[in-house]
């Protein structure tokens, strides 16, 4: 029961920190005159959390918060790659590997 619990605080808050990371990386854009939200990338935020909070997120992760954080600061995410965007991992072969 405490172990659940505890998880469940667990993922509570690296939504929270991962949460923050993007947002604060979309504001810190909007306030920079050189810089542009569009810009802002999944490292970006990958990179952040782990400095402020030594998360590591996968890229696909810090892209998902990537892109809420856009979306709640009201910006246009159609800039980002998706998933097809990305290479696929070949399928393996039925009885490959036995």
Do not use: C
């Not at 909007?30 to 400095?51: C, I, S, Y």
């Not at 892209?63 to 600061?73: E, P, Q, V």
Request: net charge positive; charged share 30%.
């Amino acid at each position: 029961m405490l172990k659940k619990l505890r998880d469940t605080r667990n993922e509570k808050q690296r939504h929270r920190r991962l949460l923050n990371a993007a947002l604060d990386q979309v504001r810190q854009a909007e306030m920079d005159l050189r810089r542009e939200p569009k810009q802002v990338t999944a490292n970006d935020v990958a990179t952040l959390a782990f400095g402020r909070y030594s998360l590591r997120p996968t890229e696909s992760e810090a892209s998902d918060y990537l892109a809420a954080a856009l979306i709640m600061r009201g910006h246009s995410i159609a800039h980002l790659p998706t998933p097809t965007d990305t290479p696929a991992i070949p399928a393996q072969r039925e009885g490959a590997g036995q």
